[in-house]
């Protein structure tokens, strides 16, 4: 375990500037897996992603500073990929195969750096947005909301003492400790960190990471956060997000070509990846509708990740399908990822169990669980739906429709125009606490 003394490491921000992102492999493998595609296949294609802050009741930038907010995106922007970082990269094994990524691309990656950046204000909330290339603003999305939410929690936490500070960590390792003896009591349970995104800091992060490594042994399989991943020598885990799906049917042409571009994505990732990296996330336009026209071969594929379907709901509408297609849903996984804590882990892993292979990616309810820690009444330590979207492709606009109205994104008439050709099956809105 990390000897460092967050409490205190917190207390004593004595230098003018303290990077939160200190490495460009501090983000999400699934973003270099993905890069890797649109270098090698769109790297003609633009994308603009956009904050967004689900939690409109939060004014961020009332409680963030924007000029800590620029120095930290300014810093972001020095960042190189190390030797060292290449080296690993180059050579590691990632599930189960070597050399994943091509010599070519990671040439290439050795001279990356993050492109420039669009800030303003409004209402309270922050306008940040990123335009240019989609193979270099890509990576914008990881970095851009760590910083956002650590520079929130370091608001937050200003105006404690010492003693403070340790009374609140103190109280969240607690949690994590209540926490990991239930998931202890699952057996063959299969648990990875997904909580880059929305961490309450780095150091807090890698404290859950190796607490976990500890706490469940084995069951803990690994992380998504790639530098943590190289430095506590565990798997770096990820496939594919929603920002694919969502920049080919901005792309396409005709209502068929956008009606097929759920699965022309998955055509060209099978093109790059094989094996356990097959992985579907079916619901960028809804669950109902991807599995409706979903071609045979896809049944295939290793597994499913649904996301913003209740995880049995979702679930078992993916068995169905399987079966529908003469697959046995025994050997097939489901990785459950959407918003999770343990009494959810603990559902679902009772449900499914003997009937699929599955795992589950803990996100922010792992990296950012400090509800009721504070020693004083604060609400700014909670964790709050920050987003950073695809919100528009070669200039045309980007939509994702979700199996939750509430994650839906994108321009109105666009949503009507997607909800008339993919239809309102299967979705039901819920609330989006994180």
Not at 139 to 152: K, Q, V
Request: net charge neutral; charged share 30%; aromatic share 12%.
């Amino acid at each position: 375990m990390a000897k460092t003394d967050i409490a205190r490491r917190v207390y004593n921000h004595t230098w003018k500037l303290d990077p939160i992102v200190r490495s460009l492999l501090d983000t999400d493998f699934y973003k270099l897996l993905m890069l890797q595609m649109i270098w090698g296949m769109y790297p003609k294609v633009d994308a603009t992603f956009t904050l967004i802050n689900r939690t409109t009741s939060v004014r961020l930038a009332d409680e963030i500073d924007e000029g800590e907010l620029r120095e930290q995106l300014d810093h972001a922007r020095t960042l190189r990929f190390s030797k060292k970082e290449m080296i690993w990269l180059g050579g590691n094994t990632f599930y189960g195969r070597k050399q994943i990524f091509e010599p070519e691309f990671l040439a290439w990656l050795e001279d990356f750096r993050l492109p420039e950046y669009e800030l303003s204000r409004r209402d309270g909330q922050f306008e940040l947005s990123f335009a240019g290339p989609w193979m270099y603003t890509t990576l914008w999305e990881i970095p851009a909301l760590a910083i956002i939410n650590e520079l929130r929690s370091r608001a937050a936490m200003r105006s404690f003492g010492p003693f403070a500070l340790d009374v609140l960590y103190a109280r969240a390792k607690a949690k994590m400790w209540a926490k990991t003896e239930r998931l202890k009591a699952l057996p063959g349970i299969r648990i990875s960190d997904f909580g880059t995104r929305r961490r309450h800091s780095f150091l807090w992060q890698r404290w859950c990471v190796e607490a976990l490594k500890e706490g469940i042994g084995d069951a803990f399989t690994g992380t998504s956060n790639v530098l943590l991943a190289m430095d506590n020598d565990l798997e770096a885990l990820g496939t594919n997000a929603h920002e694919l799906p969502m920049v080919f049917a901005a792309l396409a042409n005709s209502e068929d070509e956008l009606r097929q571009s759920p699965y022309k994505v998955l055509q060209d990732w099978q093109r790059y990846y094989g094996g356990n990296l097959l992985i579907v996330l079916p619901d960028t336009f809804g669950t109902a509708a991807f599995l409706r026209d979903a071609p045979d071969w896809i049944a295939d594929w290793t597994g499913f990740r649904p996301d913003s379907a209740p995880p049995i709901e979702g679930g078992e509408k993916v068995l169905s399908w399987w079966r529908e297609k003469g697959r046995d849903p025994k050997q097939k996984l489901l990785i459950f990822s959407d918003g999770l804590e343990v009494e959810t882990i603990e559902e679902t892993y009772k449900h499914f169990r003997g009937k699929v292979r599955m795992s589950f990616g803990w996100g922010t309810n792992l990296t950012n669980d400090f509800e009721g820690c504070a020693p004083t009444e604060t609400k700014s330590l909670d964790a709050i739906s920050l987003v950073c979207k695809v919100s528009e492709a070669n200039g045309r606009p980007a939509v994702k429709l979700s199996d939750n109205p509430a994650k839906a994104t994108g321009d109105e008439k666009e949503i009507k125009r997607y909800l008339r050709i993919f239809g309102e099956k299967g979705r039901v809105e819920q609330l989006v606490k994180v």
